[in-house]
């Protein structure tokens, strides 16, 4: 007997990320956060952060300077009401433009594309998972199903 969606891990796993990307993009709407990992002096290093409902990954591949001593960082501002849109355009000016030194390579994504990229990916898991439980016999060996 195949077991129904609502009892698969796989499923609820991917409504927990989806929860998680939601509260994310509600939480950009007024906070600008920032995870890096490098010099916090902007020598060599990866970030990511967040805000206006844009997701921005930046690194820098410049050489290191003399005292680099890489390391974790994190931060948070409050940003109060701000006048930018929930669902900003794929591909706008401003995340063109940038306002980040040259040497610096930045990559922006809108919160509601990254959405839509993981309820693509999951729902293509989700048939290919389904049709494979489908063919997936009981009583043979090998056959215990998976989530």
């Known amino acids: 007997m195949i077991r129904h969606l609502h009892r698969s891990k796989s499923f609820w796993l ?11 993009w509600q939480r950009s709407i007024h906070f600008y956060e920032v995870i890096s990992y490098g010099e916090a ?3 060599r290093g990866l970030s990511l952060s967040q805000r206006d ?11 290191a300077p003399a ?9 948070g501002i409050f940003l109060g009401e701000r006048d930018k849109p929930t669902f900003p355009a794929l591909f706008s ?3 063109l433009t940038g306002k980040l030194p040259p040497s610096f390579r930045s990559f922006y994504l809108p919160h509601w594309f990254v959405m839509l990229l993981f ?3 999951w729902t293509i898991f ?8 489908k063919r997936i016999e009981p009583g043979t060996p090998g056959s215990t199903p998976c989530s």
């Open 14 to 24: 991917g409504v927990l990320v989806l929860i998680f990307l939601g509260w994310s």
């Open 119 to 121: 309820l693509f990916g």
């Open 53 to 63: 409902s844009i997701l921005i990954a930046t690194w820098v591949p410049d050489k």
């Open 93 to 95: 000016e401003e995340m």
């Open 41 to 43: 002096s902007g020598g």
């Open 126 to 133: 989700l048939i290919l998972r389904g049709q494979r439980m």
């Open 67 to 75: 005292g680099f001593s890489p390391g974790f960082h994190r931060f």
